[in-house]
């Protein structure tokens, strides 16, 4: 249900995440909306840590998101408390698992791929309550053993059911489903209400594993930032509702607790008694929390420090091995990349321009190893996109936007090999510099492309692949100066005003240059992607 809710809903969640504002309760009700349409907190915090790591939201925006994502997951056990109720007059458990028959149905002669997506969500939702059902029954004639009655009875350590919890959460990396069989477990009388608040307590403590291996795993000082962020607000909770919980028994000598509490508001109803402890707990906790976070945001500042810059090496700016598990914002990643990519490309274009123009080749470091993270990003890349297509989560759109990445990758990495190229026609001029009137002209031809590599990242960045008329008059621009040095060349070479040595390489800039914009053109050539 939850890898095709996320196809379902992929376009509107990056879209929703990235347009965060500064208002905290913008951002949780983001976070809230992000994590209920795809029934995973895991998932929305490793999408939002994908977005703080491509620098498209802010610490603070993030804080509020995770904030949200702990108040939609409290849905889910709202629904298995709903699943588990039943009644004489209508069988719930029936009426919702029919829809799996339904969606199954919906899926195998629906023609439109979104209709398809929806007919498996419905599967996916039947499913659940089929299972629930199963498993209810499953969990009443596991109850009546007195052996293992005897020993989950037997665990009343509020501490230890915490950590149990915390351990089994980490295990399958799911708060939904150990909360889920809390629940189960408490409607059946195999634990009481208070055991299942602290094993959900604890669900709420594992839930960070995911968050941590995604943030910790990577580059950005700010994603490890965040999933701390995420650890430290859960961790803060169950500390606080563990001490209050603590203090009541003491006071009253255990007549009162969050337990008896939750008892005696729903009475008769177990299953409901834990579910809305753990929405109360969430929601609560996201209400006291959310005016200290700048305070949160400072901790996770003081405790993890900006690293000290350390010698370039080839790596991935913006993807970890995690966010794989998220397709849709991988491939909102993998844009980054490509964007940073054509960075690194024309700034090495530029610097091999100066050592053209100078004969300077101080940068020539500078210029290799660049050189070298545009080969392994264009291998690399590829290697993933390969298979984040095999993914079942990607809709069309973004399994178009993968297909015509392969040709955006493959062109930048020609705009850097014609960087090379124009280093090395630097190297033969041999100390043949040219005239100012040809490095005037060289420098015009430097100005166009960069002012065209502008106009180009910004409507790649805005999914805009489109040739507009700033660039087809840039693309002229650069089109007649190169025709024109051209002829200038030939009229030189007659008039004996260029060496030999300085000819050839004069006539192979021209070229070049006029192939790099080109390369860069095809970045949002609109006929290749929509016919890839």
Same mark, same amino acid.
């Given at each position: =249900?939850? !890898? ?23 951002? +949780? ?57 039943? *009644? ?8 919702? !698992? !029919? ?80 909360? @889920? ?39 950005? +000082?700010?994603?490890?930032?965040? @999933? ?24 009253? *000598? ?10 005696? =508001?729903? #009475?008769?109803? #177990? ?19 959310? #005016? ?16 000290? #810059? ?81 993914? !079942? ?88 100066? @190169? ?18 040595? @300085? ?30």
């Amino acid at each position: =249900m939850s !890898s095709n809710l996320e196809a379902v809903c992929s376009d509107r969640l990056k879209e929703l995440l990235a347009k965060v504002s500064n208002n905290k309760i913008v951002g +949780v009700l983001i976070g809230a909306a992000a994590t209920i349409a795809i029934n995973s907190s895991g998932a929305t915090t490793v999408m939002t840590i994908g977005f703080v790591n491509a620098h498209i939201i802010s610490l603070k925006q993030a804080a509020t998101i995770i904030f949200g994502g702990e108040i939609g997951t409290t849905l889910t056990g709202q629904l298995v408390a709903l699943g588990l109720m039943g *009644g004489k007059e209508i069988d719930l458990n029936f009426l919702f !698992s !029919s829809l799996a028959g339904f969606g199954v149905f919906i899926t195998m002669f629906a023609k439109k791929e979104k209709v398809k997506l929806f007919g498996s969500v419905l599967t996916g939702f039947g499913l659940l309550f089929a299972g629930l059902d199963i498993m209810s029954g499953a969990m009443t004639e596991f109850a009546a053993s007195p052996a293992l009655k005897n020993t989950i009875a037997g665990v009343n350590s509020s501490l230890v059911l915490i950590i149990l919890g915390a351990i089994l959460t980490a295990i399958i990396q799911s708060s939904t489903a150990i909360t @889920s069989i809390s629940i189960s477990m408490v409607a059946v009388g195999l634990i009481s209400i208070s055991q299942g608040i602290y094993l959900t307590l604890g669900a709420n403590v594992g839930t960070c594993l995911t968050g941590m291996l995604a943030g910790m795993k990577s580059d950005s +000082v700010n994603a490890k930032r965040t @999933s701390l962020m995420q650890l430290i607000f859960n961790i803060g909770g169950v500390v606080l509702v563990y001490i209050i919980d603590t203090i009541m028994k003491l006071v009253t *000598g255990g007549s009162l607790s969050f337990g008896v509490i939750f008892e005696n =508001m729903f #009475p008769g109803l #177990p299953h409901t008694q834990l579910a809305m402890f753990h929405t109360i707990f969430n929601i609560a906790s996201v209400i006291i929390v959310l #005016p200290l976070t700048e305070k949160l945001v400072a901790l996770s500042e003081a405790l993890i420090k900006d690293e000290a #810059p350390t010698e370039k090496k080839e790596r991935f700016y913006f993807i970890n091995e995690d966010i794989m598990s998220t397709p849709s914002i991988a491939v909102e990643q993998i844009k980054q990349e490509i964007v940073n990519m054509d960075s690194i490309a024309i700034q090495n274009f530029n610097i091999s321009i100066d050592m053209v123009k100078n004969l300077d080749f101080s940068r020539q470091n500078e210029l290799d190893d660049n050189e070298k993270e545009l080969n392994f990003l264009n291998k690399e890349l590829v290697e993933l996109i390969v298979r984040l297509g095999q993914s !079942s989560k990607l809709n069309k759109k973004d399994t178009r936007y993968l297909s015509s990445s392969y040709k955006a990758i493959a062109d930048l990495e020609r705009v850097g090999d014609y960087a090379q190229n124009l280093s090395a026609y630097a190297k033969n001029l041999e100390g043949n510099a040219f005239d100012e009137t040809i490095s005037t002209e060289i420098e015009r031809t430097r100005n166009l492309i960069n002012k065209l590599f502008l106009v180009i990242i910004d409507l790649y960045k805005e999914d805009k692949h489109k040739v507009n008329k700033e660039i087809k008059d840039l693309r002229d621009s650069i089109l007649s100066l @190169s025709n024109l040095m051209v002829k200038k060349y030939i009229k030189r070479l007659n008039d004996n005003e260029l060496t030999p040595i @300085s000819s050839g390489e004069y006539l192979k800039i021209c070229n070049d240059t006029k192939r790099v914009s080109e390369h860069l053109i095809n970045l949002i050539d609109t006929d290749y992607v929509l016919n890839h």
